[in-house]
């Protein structure tokens, strides 16, 4: 008798135990659903973009607008307490004469960039384009007068450049970006708005966006964690996006695991599922095509101040790194506010291309290889190809692990002269003679049986 209760207590106590486990699992889930539930359906065109992204692994990130003017980087309204009254007055300086489309489009591409990423618009709200639901536009208040977007999607369309545009959520200018956020609250805005107004004028903005510049990339949108319990209607506004061009692709850089109607996920200043700059820690890996963005210097948007410049060395170490993550990589430049790009980000771009140029059979069509990222380097895999990319290593030789697949050949990317490598119980064992280093990255191609 004694016995059948204390089973029965058991039998409760696991019942009890598994509806815990139960509910914590609900919770957790519900914790961790986006906000976003409808099912999304990439269009054909959208899975071939997304393999195109893949494939094309390095772009130009530009920072560019209203703010390039004082040159103190993109966030300087917010970071020195500037109100609109005062802001306002930064449009009728901005008067970039020197601005020549084809000189960008040239540069990303001696540089072996595939795509550009600009600011249609950044935080403070000014749109770099000719919009006709705001006269805070570069249109309407630059004695400018031209729309640069429009210049460089034809210049992008003439030479095979795909382009993209960021475009931020958080506008620190919008009247009706109300309640406001964590950002801009220095902005001197009346204490009103109405919230769903603002996320029509910034689905009208994007409808401008996504019709008057032929076929575009995608959208790249920043800004979301301002505020981010709000309802940002991101479902319609995806929905938006695909039904005018369903092949173009939609990233958002939330920091969070990515929404359903999304095509691709960025990750900022950071490989994916790294967190050395602190954006990332809520960040989780999903199954989309990856990008990772990282600026020349410590700015995004021109700083005048900022000498801070990245080698040519650790740039390529970053494209390398990124490729071996199975990510792309987004290389920022905040050109001045003449139109042109600093002297000093041109002359590593260069580098960056004649590399690119000898070694980009290792990085363009790749995804990450058999072996995960390591201290020395990493690997990235096209068919049967394997580049094993050595970054840091002093010896003569370099062990891997044991990959499932035997070896039939090896090459030095160097010369194209044979590699010698052992296949042993314990790993791969790889020669490295000093007649192939390279100063950057010393690449050895396995020819692995089918
Ligand atoms: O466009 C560039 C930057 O201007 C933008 N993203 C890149 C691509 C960017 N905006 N903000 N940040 C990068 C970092 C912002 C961090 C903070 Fe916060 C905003 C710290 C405090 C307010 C987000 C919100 C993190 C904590 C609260």
Redesign the pocket.
């Known amino acids: 008798m004694k016995m059948k209760t204390s089973k029965c207590a058991l039998k409760a106590r696991i019942v009890l135990a598994l509806g815990l486990t139960m509910l914590m699992t609900l919770a957790m889930l519900a914790n961790l659903a986006p906000p976003v539930r409808a099912e999304y359906r990439p269009h054909p065109s959208n899975i071939e973009a997304r393999r195109w992204f893949q494939d094309a692994k390095f772009g130009l ?1 530009v ?1 560019w607008g209203t703010y390039s003017v004082l040159g103190d ?3 300087v309204m917010n970071n020195r307490k500037i109100p609109i009254a005062a802001y306002d007055r930064l449009p009728a300086q901005f008067n970039p004469t020197e601005f020549d489309a084809k000189e960008w489009v040239a540069l990303a591409k001696a540089t072996g960039m595939k795509y550009i990423t600009i ?1 249609s618009k ?2 403070d709200g000014f749109a770099m384009f000719d919009s006709k639901v705001s006269d805070w536009d570069i249109i309407d208040r630059t004695p400018y007068k031209k729309d640069v977007l429009k210049m460089l999607a034809d210049e992008c369309r003439a030479a095979g450049i795909k382009l993209f545009f ?1 475009h ?1 959520h958080l506008d620190w200018h919008h009247p009706d970006y109300f309640p406001r956020g ?2 801009g609250l220095d902005s001197g805005r009346a204490n009103k708005g109405e919230w769903s107004k603002y996320l029509d004028y910034m689905d009208a903005q994007l409808k401008e966006l996504l019709t008057n510049y032929g076929e575009i990339g995608g959208i790249w949108f ?2 979301w ?2 505020r981010p319990d709000a309802d940002w209607r991101l479902e319609q506004t995806y929905k938006l996006i695909h039904d005018l061009q369903p092949q173009a692709l939609v990233g958002n ?1 939330h920091h969070r695991r990515p929404f359903a109607g999304e095509d691709f996920q960025m990750f ?1 200043k950071d490989l994916p599922g790294k967190n050395t700059a602190g ?1 990332s820690g809520d960040s989780v890996i999903g199954d989309l095509p990856l990008e990772t ?1 990282e600026t020349m210097n410590n700015s ?2 021109f700083n005048i101040n900022d000498r801070k410049f990245k080698s040519t060395r650790e740039l390529i170490h970053y494209l390398v790194r990124a490729a071996g993550h199975n990510a792309n990589f987004l290389l ?1 430049v905040g050109p001045m506010p003449n139109g042109q790009i600093q002297p000093e980000f041109v002359t590593q771009l260069r580098e960056m291309g004649q590399w690119l140029e000898k070694n980009g059979e290792a990085i363009y069509g790749t995804r990450g290889g058999p072996v995960t990222p390591r201290g020395w380097g990493v690997t990235t895999r096209k068919g049967n190809t394997v580049y094993v990319h050595v970054l840091d290593w002093a010896d003569e030789a370099i062990a891997l692990p044991r990959l499932a697949q035997r070896v039939k050949s090896a090459r030095y990317l160097k010369d194209g002269s044979k590699a010698d490598f052992i296949e042993h119980e314990y790993g791969l064992l790889l020669k490295i003679p000093s007649r192939v280093i390279d100063e950057h990255d010393t690449i050895i191609a396995l020819e692995l049986v089918q």
């Open positions: 990130f920072h980087g993109e966030w600011t950044h935080h960021y931020s964590r950002t920043d800004g964690w301002d850089n900022e954006f963005c995004w948007g920022n």
